[in-house]
């Protein structure tokens, strides 16, 4: 979901129809419970009945419009950040801090956003990422082997997290990133929680981690200026991009100062932590559960990797995205992903998922259909915004797509496996309630 707060002093017209709830405590209960539940988007059926795909609430003390609508919520995605702005929950604001990319606006976003998504859609990266999280897979695997059973969630993490921090930082294994994995993990659990900051809650706990993680990638940064010098080579990370723009700048009196690069590391270690994870956790959870599915991804991986075994070849990256099967089973995880954020002031908050899950926009939406837009149903670009959109599109969209694509391919042609009962919940991010238990076999 993606909250916008409305900027100046439009005519909007009228306000939507819908309830503000109980005093103070509006509907935020009801908002917070359904998450919980295996039926998360009820709170917007149930009000999308009453009111329409457009109305009003009240969720954590803040008047609010939702929008299930993809035409409105296109508009908002689409704007140009001067009639609408994004808003974050106090805790996420605190914790990414006043330089967050998610909060800048103007010149400086667009630079920043061209940045990193220039470096991130490099195909060198890419063909970096695909060898790196390969062999990292390899010697999973020989883990894994010896043990009954595995927790996807929790391998899943580990492994992409490992692989992004080599993309921010160049940091490979070691004691370091162990204790930045820790950090991270103390520091990400603050991201959504009371806005209190006092010694021994949650929030303090986390920005106490995040000093800790900026201090450690302040030490990393100084050891590459060391080495660099004054050259700069081939650029290997998004360290190595930011030191470079920060050069070039002193020309032109711009700002890219040591703090903004650890500030934006942290938050760019998001999606190693907990999107392209959950992602490929995910998409094990529905495979496992739809027998056709997973035969046809296994025909189509097996089938590349007789090829790549018989002609002695290595994988390149592009062989592993032309897998038209295993492209469409990502999109389709991608439409059962919910991301849940809480607004402040009025807010605009478009839900992504009620669109991805809409009749109106797709046949059978709840039914795990690999195959639909083989047949007629194309990702339209405004029923389909698991990235977002407009100014903020994720410069990661490419990476993450890739990431789930190696780790399928390796994943389903070494092992069968079997899945224990598990639930999921969908507040405040998407996770398995028992981090996805699976027992292995090796095929
Ligand atoms: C499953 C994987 C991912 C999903 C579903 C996802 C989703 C999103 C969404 C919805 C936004 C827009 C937020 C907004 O409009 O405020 C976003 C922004 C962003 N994402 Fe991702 N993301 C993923 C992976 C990644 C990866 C691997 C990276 C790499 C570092 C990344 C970096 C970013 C950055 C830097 C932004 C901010 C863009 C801006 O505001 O200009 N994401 N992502």
Not at 122 to 129: F, G, H, M, R, T
Not at 272 to 293: C, F, H, N, Q, R
């Amino acid at each position: 979901m993606e909250m916008m707060s409305s900027r100046g002093n439009d005519n909007i017209g009228r306000i939507p129809k819908g309830s503000l709830g109980w005093p103070l405590l509006g509907e935020t209960l009801e908002f917070i419970a359904c998450g919980y539940t295996s039926k998360p988007l009820d709170f917007m059926h149930k009000r999308r009945t009453l009111y329409g795909k457009v109305f009003k609430s009240n969720i954590l003390g803040r008047p609010i419009i939702i929008s299930n609508d993809s035409e409105v919520n296109k508009v908002v995605l689409q704007n140009d950040g001067r009639k609408f702005i994004p808003f974050y929950p106090k805790s996420v604001t605190e914790l990414l801090g006043k330089s967050s990319i998610l909060q800048m606006n103007g010149n400086l976003h667009k630079r920043v956003h061209g940045l990193i998504g220039g470096f991130l859609k490099s195909p060198s990266l890419k063909e970096a990422v695909a060898r790196d999280l390969g062999n990292l897979m390899e010697s999973s695997f020989m883990r894994w082997r010896d043990s009954q059973q595995i927790h996807v969630q929790y391998e899943a993490k580990k492994i992409t997290f490992q692989v992004l921090v080599k993309v921010l930082m160049g940091l490979g294994p070691g004691k370091d990133l162990q204790f930045l994995k820790k950090q991270f993990e103390e520091f990400i659990k603050g991201l959504i929680c009371l806005p209190i900051k006092l010694p021994g809650t949650r929030l303090h706990k986390s920005l106490k981690a995040k000093e800790r993680i900026m201090k450690l990638i302040k030490k990393i940064i100084e050891e590459k200026m060391k080495c660099n010098g004054e050259e700069h080579g081939a650029l290997r990370d998004v360290v190595d991009v930011f030191l470079k723009q920060m050069k070039d700048d002193q020309t032109d009196g711009h700002n890219i100062t040591i703090d903004f690069i650890c500030n934006s590391l942290t938050e760019m270690m998001i999606p190693g932590e907990d999107s392209v994870p959950m992602l490929i956790t995910l998409a094990l959870k529905y495979l496992g559960d739809s027998p056709s599915a997973l035969k046809k991804l296994k025909e189509e991986n097996m089938e590349l990797k007789m090829k790549k075994g018989y002609h002695g070849e290595c994988y390149s990256w592009k062989d592993y995205m032309s897998l038209s099967f295993t492209q469409n089973v990502t999109i389709l995880i991608l439409i059962c992903f919910a991301g849940y954020l809480i607004p402040k002031d009025w807010c605009i908050l478009t839900s992504f998922t009620s669109i991805h899950l809409d009749q109106d926009n797709y046949e059978k939406p709840y039914k795990f259909d690999p195959w639909r837009w083989q047949n007629k149903e194309g990702s339209n670009q405004n029923t389909f915004t698991p990235f977002g959109g407009g100014q903020r599109l994720c410069p990661g969209l490419e990476l993450s797509r890739l990431e789930v694509a190696v780790f399928l391919h390796h994943f389903v042609t070494t092992f069968s496996w079997i899945a224990e009962e598990d639930t999921m919940i969908t507040f405040p991010t998407v996770k398995m309630k028992k981090g996805l238990p699976i027992i292995l076999s090796p095929i």
